[in-house]
């Protein structure tokens, strides 16, 4: 099994550009979600997912979208790139909910210049 | 919301000696609280978790500590090593949506 894994592992994006981060993992877990990661702020959750066609905001959704169209893939959008959104962007997954191990991907390093 | 606070942000410790990190949390509907550490470059990783309904739980080196009145929970590690260095995290999940909120990580540098 791969795991989770995310694409691309770097990305430097101009003000106002558009991406979708990419989130896919091989276990067949029903719960996935995007946190990103901050010095001194930890990880904070952006989106998170339950199952297919099902989705809801985390802590600091604003300027991010999601969809889960089926259970191995959970891609993130970025619509208006601001330099705010530089960041390590993590997607995890979990077999049921976030009340059990989540498993993380590599991550990637996002720069908006 | 669920709200985690961990504390200290930093912590330096002699090899041999023990190291611990607290977290506080505001849901009292949450019900499982993991541990992560996260070396430098790398992704996080459980290490140790508890459930609700246990008041401690052990792990070789590493023990974690829940006080549910308190609504907080502790990760203890003793005998440091060299390689315990790294970023610990706190987290809580629970209630309705069972989301998984983290803390703000707690830096720990174990000196040879």
């Known amino acids: 099994n791969a795991g989770v894994t995310q694409t691309p592992k770097f990305q430097v994006l101009k003000t106002g550009q558009s991406m979708t981060l990419q989130c896919a993992q091989d276990?067949?877990?029903?719960?996935m979600s995007w946190y990103r990661q901050d010095p001194g702020m930890g990880l904070r959750l952006i989106h998170y997912?339950?199952?297919?066609?099902?989705?809801d905001q985390g802590e600091v959704p604003n300027g991010y979208n999601v969809s889960r169209s089926t259970t191995e893939d959970f891609p993130l959008r970025l619509l208006s790139a601001a330099p705010s959104q530089t960041s390590v962007y993590f997607c995890?997954?979990?077999?049921?909910?976030?009340?059990?191990?989540?498993?993380f991907g590599p991550g990637t390093r996002l720069t908006v210049t | 919301g669920e709200n985690v606070e961990q504390h200290p942000s930093t912590l330096s410790v002699q090899e041999g000696d023990s190291a611990v990190i607290k977290c506080t949390y505001s849901?009292?509907?949450?019900?499982?609280f993991p541990w992560y550490k996260q070396e430098l470059g790398k992704r996080p990783q459980l290490i140790i978790d508890?459930?609700?309904?246990?008041g401690e739980k052990k792990d070789q080196r590493i023990a974690v500590t829940l006080n549910k009145t308190a609504k907080h929970f502790s990760l203890h590690i003793t005998e440091t090593q060299p390689e315990d260095s790294a970023v610990y995290f706190c987290?809580?999940?629970?209630?309705?949506?069972?989301?998984?909120?983290f803390g703000t990580g707690t830096l720990l540098a174990v000196q040879p």
């Open positions: 849901d009292s509907a949450s019900n499982y």
């Open positions: 987290a809580a999940s629970g209630g309705a949506t069972n989301k998984l909120i």
């Open positions: 997912s339950v199952g297919a066609g099902i989705t």
């Open positions: 276990m067949n877990h029903e719960y």
């Open positions: 508890i459930r609700s309904n246990v």
């Open positions: 995890a997954s979990s077999g049921r909910t976030g009340a059990y191990e989540q498993y």
